[in-house]
Structure formats: C-alpha cells, structure tokens
Nanobody, 121 residues
C-alpha cells in the first residue's frame, strides 16, 4: 500500500506561482508513473501531467508552457511547478502513483487526499 501526502496548495493571485509536492511512503516494490490530476465541483477529475519513472512527461494542453512536472525517485516525490496561474486553474489537485507492491504483483493506482489551489483574478 502506498500513502501519498500532498502539500503546497493555497491562494494565489492570477499570474502567480505555486509548487505542489507529493511524497510517497509505505510498502512498495516500485513506483512507475506518477501524476497530478485536478477536479472542480460538478466536473470529472482531469489529467494535468504525468511522469514516468524514467522522466518522460506528458502535460495536458491547457497547462503546457506554464506547468512543469518533475520527480525525485530517491525521495519518491513528484512535484508540479505552476507558473502564470489563471483563475481557471482553481481546483483540488490530486497526486496519483501507480505502483507495484512486489516484483510479482500487478500495478495498482493510489491517490492522495488532494490539495486546494485557488487563483484569484
């Protein structure tokens, strides 16, 4: 089982920056893909960015050029640097980690508790 603890959310003015962090702990063999998703009331959770264990990244179009996902494998931590924030970026941001608990187990998906990001205009 993987526990994910997010931090770094808060209130910021439009054009500002925030950096989210998500640290993974618990018993696992390997963490593969890590990512950030976001959700607003009444809407489905949507992908923001993901990063493989090898560092390959994917960012959704709406955040390209503004957000950057990165990870520190030694610390089992994933980051999301958010620059040029817009009011439409306001959401609860969730960390996700796909991990194997043993060499022979299948991959499972784990979620953090979420952190609120609010961008004021």
């Amino acid at each position: 089982q993987v526990q994910l603890v997010e931090s770094g959310g808060g209130l910021v003015q439009a054009g500002g920056s925030l950096r989210l962090s998500c640290a993974a702990s618990g018993r696992f063999f390997r963490i593969n893909v890590m990512g950030w998703y976001r959700q607003t009331p009444g809407k489905q959770r949507e992908l923001v960015a993901v990063i493989s264990s090898g560092g390959t990244t994917t960012h959704t179009d709406s955040v390209k050029g503004r957000f950057t996902i990165s990870r520190d494998n030694a610390k089992n931590t994933v980051y999301l640097q958010m620059n040029s924030l817009k009011p439409e970026d306001t959401a609860v941001y969730y960390c996700q980690a796909r991990a194997r608990t043993s060499i022979s187990s299948s991959e499972n998906t784990n979620w953090g508790q979420g952190t609120q990001v609010t961008v004021s205009s």
